[in-house]
């Protein structure tokens, strides 16, 4: 069983920068098949960026080059850094684990950009 903490959501103004955080507990054997999805009101969840099963990076069109997903290996860590946010960006961020069936969702914390 997998645990996944997030943190680091916050409200940013619009330009700004965060920071969130998804600490991994429990049965980790690889940070892989690991990321970040987001919802905002209204909307259906959506993926903004993640490792991959074979441990390559994939962003969301509409992150790119705004967004970095990083990871701390020896921390069961893994990071988002936002820049240049926008209103658009405003969502419930959760982390995720796992491939299929298998997948074990954070609890989620609240970005909200304002204009």
């Known amino acids: 069983q997998v645990q996944l903490v997030e943190s680091g959501g916050g409200l940013a103004q619009a330009g700004g920068s965060l920071t969130l955080s998804c600490a991994a507990s429990g049965r980790i054997f690889s940070l892989n098949a690991m990321g970040w999805y987001r919802q905002a009101p209204g909307k259906q969840r959506e993926l903004v960026a993640q490792f991959t099963n074979g441990g390559a990076t994939n962003y969301a069109d509409s992150i790119k080059g705004r967004f970095t997903i990083s990871r701390d290996n020896a921390e069961n860590t893994i990071y988002l850094q936002m820049n240049s946010l926008k209103p658009e960006d405003t969502a419930v961020y959760y982390c995720?684990?796992?491939?299929?069936?298998?997948?074990?969702w954070g609890r989620g914390t609240q970005v909200t950009v304002s204009s």
């Open positions: 995720y684990h796992g491939l299929g069936p298998f997948v074990a």
